[in-house]
């Protein structure tokens, strides 16, 4: 595992600092290069753009590379940082993800990137607001598209309003211009024709995060024909990543991956 900084320089971040106490990285988890090409997925731990949680970061992409993909972890910005910075740094990833994908044996058309909670607000952003958001830092990955191969959103926060949504993570993100945007970055209004392959899971038990989240993300995809695959379980809390200790739960992996093989092509081991 090596960890790899997103930014050449606090200026290319753009994070309107001269010095700061968290850089942006990403933890690589690649498999043996000289096979032939294959997909990546770029795992975006969930958090409320607060915080980053452990056990929805390196396990999974663990469990990535048992199903034969490349993987990694996005260590992003969370607060004291507003929008974008969450968001240019998913997109950045996904610019060096694809610049690099012939020296890793990454096929440069097969990457996704899966993110929990708010994690998942994160990478529906990834679908649906990657020709608004500058992840440019004057490199060579400046070159390539930042617009991911397929978003899977898990327990995602979709909604950062106050009728069905989390407005904790849509304050966290948007500080004091959320009243005024807070419609605009309820992702479910963000959906095109462009929007990638999408692939959620939530569970009708959650508390924190309603299921309506997944369930209006996905209606929006297939009003636009994209092509979305949902699962929603009866039982299960918030915030249960791998869901190792629920039984129904813990085949939402396998799902993903199949989705990823077969819906969008990916190439597995």
Known sequence: METIKLWNSFESANTGKSSDDFE????????DKTQPLRGAVIVCPGGGYAGRAEHEGAPVAQKFNEFGFHAFVLHYRVLPYRFPAAQRDLFRAVRLVRSRADQWGIDASQIAVLGFSAGGHLVASGGTLFNEVDAKAGDAADAYSQRPDAILPCYAVISLQDDFGHVGSGENLLGTAYEQKKEYYSLQNRVTVDTPP???WHTVSDEVVPVRNSVVF???CWENNIPAELHIFPDGPHGTGLAPAYSDLKSW???????LTTTCKFTAR
């Open 218 to 220: 996905a209606e929006k």
């Open 24 to 31: 942006p990285y990403l933890e690589t988890y690649l498999l």
């Open 198 to 200: 999408c692939f959620l």
């Open 253 to 259: 992996s396998t799902l993903a991956a199949k989705f």
